[in-house]
């Protein structure tokens, strides 16, 4: 039995439209906040409101030309590269350790590796503070970039643990019987392996040190505002719109890191795909 | 020949601590021999090979390489060239960088490997692939691959783990030639693990035969289906005739056993001793039909149940009293006016009858 479209039911019909109205509804509530930001941060008025007067790109300027956001620009790149590179390597070997055989206690490890995951931050962040604060790292970038360390290690856990969950354990014991010392086993056939994961990991743990707030809004001192900080004290203070370009840029960064994820994980796929060929 | 490459001293192994997965295995492999381990899952076989590669320690005993101990020795350090069944290929890397990562492991130049790369390559006969990826191949071609990459560091040893498992009927004939003829043409040492009693028979100079982590029986391929030392083997290897009769009267090497349809004389092989029970067997292709010349020592009345053509051979499957026996008959014309139903008078020699202890 095939009916046309003009022929389904009216309740049918109903349905679909609840639908869709329903889900234009959803992603105009999850993209308006965005949209509405990026036009203001061209407009030449000193308040945040529409109409927009005139065009300008002088909260761009503002953003990478006054000092106070240079500094922020920088130590957010700073401390974003740095914990992204301990994230991933503390990461990978975390990720590579669970994916071995058995050992006791194996879930509880895991567990623990990818608590900073669901606990609050704020909890992980008042934690830190009284940990760090005797041994002095409060205020300094050695404190920030370590509590963002533990912040993005689950990520890297996650994504490289689904590269090895699909990694063939009997290449590690080829390129044993083949003489390979385990750190060339690794560096020749299991990290080219997971490659994909580990940047993936790395993309996402940089990404998480970027929009950070918590975490620096309790550990960081003058000397270490970061991007998102400084918008924070901006907020607070004067609402420049200066705040409005930051937060543009971020959006288009962001964009761009969501599509390098995408790109690796259809290369993975790939992989995968010719693997299952064979 | 007698000289052996490895030895396994008392070795036991348990994943669990309860359950021996090899139980007090001894056993050596001859320098240049192709040994198999034959085996269902779960007889040891693999493990055995595990440790010998050095990917499995023995739970205690001791394994040697070349009459020094291995048992502690990493599997880098061993020497070993290992074939697996899924090839184990770096999917990364073309042939000749799948073919020169162990030579570049044991820091050989540059120009050694091109010349290493291409003799191996000739001899797997795969010349011209240096420059594919190792997953383009076909399974046969990677399969071949993975045994130049086992063989282009001239290992003391090699290992092969069911490496033509995952291959079709045809190909898998093909490369037990091919895997045959290099191993005569370079005098290596293979020990071999295969579930396949075909391929065991046709491929080793010796087979061991383990289940439930011992050692069954070693022995030539003809020793196997000739002369089975356990019940064990005499229904592993090769089709067999296997029942289950009590023996009446027990000679030296001879011995009675009484069945419902009668008795039955054959060899004594295991502790058969009068009054007990035994397991018997005897090789479809030695039961015959009785032509009333008196050399068969064992001749019964059957009823015929079912006549399969399998084109060279004809199965016939007669019943003597309770029993099914299988007959296996070369194709001649004579035997296809043979009718379901029909009765004849079918018989063996009593020395292609063997009578074995009750299995443990």
């Known amino acids: ?7 389904r039911p009216l309740s049918q019909r109903l349905t679909r439209l609840a639908l869709w109205v329903i889900t234009i509804l959803v992603l105009t509530y999850l993209i308006a906040p965005l949209l509405v930001i990026v036009p203001l941060s061209f407009s030449s008025s000193a308040f945040l409101n529409y109409p927009i007067p005139s065009f300008s790109l002088r909260w761009y300027e503002d953003f990478f030309s006054s000092p106070d956001w240079r500094l922020a620009i920088w130590n957010s790149l700073l401390v974003g590269s740095i914990s992204a590179l301990l994230a991933t390597s503390l ?3 975390a990720a590579l350790g669970l994916n071995r055989a058995n050992f006791p206690f194996k879930r509880v490890v895991t567990a623990f590796f990818i608590s900073p995951l669901v606990v609050p931050v704020i909890i992980l962040a008042v934690g830190t503070y009284f940990f760090f604060a005797p041994l002095r790292l409060t205020g300094t970038y050695t404190g920030i970039i370590l509590a963002h360390t533990t912040l993005a290690i689950p990520f890297v856990i996650i994504t490289v643990g689904a590269t090895l969950s699909s990694f063939d354990e009997n290449l590690v014991r080829a390129a044993f019987s083949l003489g390979a010392h385990p750190v060339r086993v690794f560096f020749k056939v299991i990290l080219p392996l997971v490659l994909p994961g580990v940047v993936s990991g790395a993309v996402i743990a940089f990404a998480t040190s970027l929009d950070e707030v918590v975490m620096i809004l309790f550990l960081g001192g003058p000397e270490q505002n970061t991007i998102p900080r400084q918008m924070f004290n901006g907020i607070k203070y004067y609402l420049s719109p200066t705040i409005t370009a930051v937060a543009t840029v971020l959006i ?13 994980r259809r290369h993975m796929q790939k992989l995968r795909a010719a693997d299952v060929e064979h | 020949m007698n000289e052996p490459v490895v030895s396994f001293v008392n070795v036991n192994k348990t994943y669990d601590g309860k359950a021996l997965v090899v139980d007090d295995l001894n056993l050596s492999v001859h320098r240049g021999e192709f040994l198999t ?18 990917f499995e320690m023995p739970t205690s005993g001791d394994i040697l390489l070349d009459g020094r101990s291995i048992t502690r020795l990493p599997a880098y350090r061993r020497n070993i060239g290992v074939v697996f069944q899924n ?3 770096f999917p990364h890397m073309t042939v000749a960088e799948n073919l020169a990562f ?20 000739e001899i797997v006969r795969l010349t011209g692939y240096e420059a594919r990826k190792a997953t383009q191949l076909s399974g046969g071609q990677q399969q071949r691959v993975a045994l130049a990459r086992a063989l282009i560091f001239d290992p003391a040893l090699i290992l092969m783990d069911e490496p033509l498992g995952a291959l079709d009927r045809q190909l898998r004939e093909a490369m037990q030639y091919e895997i045959k003829h290099i191993h005569d043409t370079l005098g290596i040492s293979v020990i071999y693990v295969t579930h396949d009693q075909d391929e065991a028979l046709a491929m080793s100079n010796r087979v061991v035969v383990l289940e439930k982590g011992k050692i069954e029986q070693v022995g030539t391929p003809k020793e ?6 356990t019940a064990f083997v005499a229904g592993f290897v090769g089709e067999n005739n296997c029942m289950k009769g009590r023996v009446r009267l027990a000679e030296s090497d001879r011995c009675v056993i009484a069945m419902p349809w009668g008795d039955v004389s054959a060899i004594t092989v295991g502790p058969a001793g009068a009054g007990r029970d035994t397991t018997w067997s005897v090789r479809p292709e030695r039961i015959e039909f009785d032509s009333g010349s008196g050399d068969l020592d064992n001749v019964y009345d059957g009823v015929v149940k079912d006549v399969v053509y399998l084109g060279d051979q004809i199965r016939i499957y007669v019943a003597i009293g309770g029993n099914t026996f299988v007959l296996k008959v070369t194709n001649k014309s004579e035997l296809a006016v043979l009718t379901i139903g029909q009765r004849v008078k079918v018989g063996w020699r009593a020395k292609d009858c063997r009578a074995f202890g009750l299995p443990h």
Do not use: N
């Open chain 2, 224 to 229: 196997l289906y000739e002369t089975p030392a």
């Open chain 1, 252 to 264: 288009v960064v962001s964009i761009l890191i969501l599509g390098l994820v995408g790109l690796l």
């Open chain 2, 102 to 121: 162990p030579l570049q492991a044991r820091k050989v130049g540059k120009a050694e490997i091109v010349k290493k790369v291409s003799r191996v390559l």
């Open chain 2, 37 to 54: 381990l034959l085996g269902s899952s779960g007889s040891g076989k693999t493990s055995s090979l595990m440790m010998v590669a050095g």
């Open chain 2, 87 to 89: 090839y184990a290929l």
């Open chain 1, 1 to 7: 039995m095939t009916f046309g479209h003009e022929h």
């Open chain 1, 91 to 93: 990461g990978t070997l």
